[in-house]
């Protein structure tokens, strides 16, 4: 059974601080690893895709893969209060894309 | 048109009714999906489809019927559901199956189903 787990939260963090979500998985064999926003009563987003080690930036958003301790993060700098929303993480294996349960952000202004 | 269109937004039916989601994609997409997303779970895969040949059942139950007609349109049709299939359902599109490629899911805005 492939598990990716989450933190449901709510994290919550003040108005432009660093916001750092996690996420861990079982599949060792696991290749993609994507992070989804998703406000309340919405469909989920791509944010951020990573494939190999390391950190990949974009924006305020900077997501960490490290396969070794198969675990993947997000941060989100200066966070705002429009940051407010679940963060899914996806992950992916040689066929199947497995979701966690999200972790839930409030960013307080 | 956004990305990925679902209807109806909202929907309530009894048990012994029979209704149907739809949802269309604009995007060029070869891959369709239905995912379920109950509260406190992750979102669940349900059936995917390729180049409008089913891919995968993801062990669902037969009260749950897909239909893909092209590559843009996939139905959902529901009979004799139970209430613990109150649920958001959402279609996902992608260039390709998510097998052997890393294609992200452009999502719809779901269909909030409630069974009485």
């Known amino acids: 059974q492939k598990e990716v787990e989450q933190n449901s939260g709510p994290l919550s963090v003040p108005e432009g601080a660093i916001a750092s979500l996690n996420c861990t998985y079982s599949?060792?064999?696991?290749?993609?690893f994507f992070w989804y926003r998703q406000y309340s009563g919405k469909s989920p987003e791509l944010i951020m895709s990573?494939?190999?080690?390391g950190d990949k930036e974009d924006g305020r958003f900077t997501a960490q893969l490290n396969k070794a301790s198969q675990y993947v993060s997000l941060l989100i700098r200066d966070s705002q209060p429009s940051d407010s929303a679940t963060y899914l993480c996806a992950v992916k294996g040689y066929s199947t894309l497995t979701f966690g349960k999200g972790t839930m952000l409030l960013v307080s202004p | 048109e956004t990305g990925v269109t679902q209807t109806p937004r909202h929907l309530v039916m009894g048990m012994t009714n029979k209704k149907s989601l739809k949802c269309e994609q604009h995007l060029g997409h070869n891959a369709m999906y239905w995912y379920k997303q109950s509260a406190k779970k992750p979102l669940e895969l349900m059936f995917v489809?390729?180049?409008?040949?089913?891919?995968e059942n993801n062990s669902v139950p037969s009260r749950f019927s897909p239909e893909c007609p092209n590559s843009s349109h996939l139905f959902l049709h529901l009979h004799t559901l139970q209430p613990e299939d109150s649920a958001l359902y959402l279609c996902a599109s992608s260039q390709q199956s998510v097998a052997g490629n890393n294609s992200p899911l452009h999502f719809g805005n779901g269909t909030r189903l409630t069974v009485t």
């Open positions: 599949d060792r064999v696991s290749q993609s």
């Open positions: 489809y390729n180049f409008k040949e089913q891919t």
């Open positions: 990573i494939y190999s080690n």
